[in-house]
């Protein structure tokens, strides 16, 4: 069985600028996998820029599992998941961030999303994740979709909280901004 679903979120921050201080910033992911996601532990495997500026990441993240007691029984307790991404530079939605979830046996799915920013308006996006997942268990596919239903909506409003606490550091150099800011500078004047 094979399920896709897309989710969508406005974020106040140009492309750009979330792909080059957001996205990769250690901070961001360490406070989101353990506020949001509530790992219990996570290590970059990999992290590596290519010459084309393509970037690829893997890193191998440990959870409690939150399930049905007869996937539980298959699953344990935790789990321990390696994500694999890739920074992709070409194509529609570029940049664009392809990851696959690789999880251990006997865990019944497959995970694969597709995340990119839409711009939307000056200082504004709509940050949007494909979904695919793939299980031959109705019961595993069910809980992977609702798990992650429910998880998108609380990354979107820890996005928005870290870019609020963070709005002075984030200098965003678009003619947009840069040109939105000089205007209210004048007219402060």
Known sequence: MKQTFTVRYAHAIEPDLFWRSVFFDREYNERLLREVYRYWSWEIVEDTVLPDGRRTRKVRLTAGVNAPAALRKQAGDSVAVVEVGTLE??????PMWITRYLVPRPMVFSLLTRFWLERTGPGQSDWVVEVELESRSAEALEVVRETLLESYPKIAEF???????????????????????????????
């Not at 530079?89 to 570029?94: I, N, V």
């Not at 996005?159 to 007219?187: I, K, Y």
Request: aromatic residues 2%.
């Open 89 to 94: 530079l070409e194509g529609p939605h570029a």
């Open 159 to 189: 996005t928005e909280r870290w870019l609020r606490e963070h709005r002075d550091t984030l200098a965003d150099p678009s003619p947009d901004v840069q040109n939105r800011r000089e205007c209210q500078q004048r007219s402060s004047i």
